[in-house]
């Protein structure tokens, strides 16, 4: 079992940039793709991004792609999101999330356990 909790919410201004961390305990992260989603106030829970098992490989959502940076430190269990240029948009709870199933990975079908979030909130 492992346990997600995500850090490094908080209110800025647009075009600010901030990093987001996820820390882990229980089970070595290298043992699986790592993803963050965001809800947004009034929307749906939203993929951002995922990454491999080993870091190599990425894909974003269009909303933040260009902008939006994950990485990963398997040594100390922990994922990040680095973001760049931050809109009123952006707004929202992030979570992180392991992909427990072997389907598409921009479905939250895919992750099997979640963080409890940490709020952005971009605003002037």
């Known amino acids: 079992q492992v346990q997600l909790v995500e850090s490094g919410g908080e209110q800025v201004q647009p075009g600010a940039s901030l990093n987001l961390s996820c820390a882990g305990s229980g089970r070595p992260y290298s043992l699986w793709d790592m993803a963050w989603f965001r809800q947004r106030p009034g929307k749906m829970r939203e993929f951002v991004g995922v990454?491999?098992?080993?870091?190599?490989?990425?894909y974003y959502g269009d909303a933040v792609k260009g902008r939006f940076t994950i990485s990963r430190d398997n040594t100390k269990n922990y994922l990040y999101l680095t973001m760049n240029a931050l809109i009123p948009e952006d707004t929202g709870m992030y979570f992180c999330?392991?992909?427990?199933?072997?389907?598409?990975?921009?479905?939250?079908?895919?992750?099997?356990?979640w963080g409890r979030g940490t709020q952005v909130t971009v605003s002037s």
């Open positions: 990454i491999s098992m080993d870091g190599g490989t990425t």
């Open positions: 999330a392991l992909r427990t199933q072997q389907t598409d990975w921009r479905r939250e079908s895919a992750y099997g356990t």
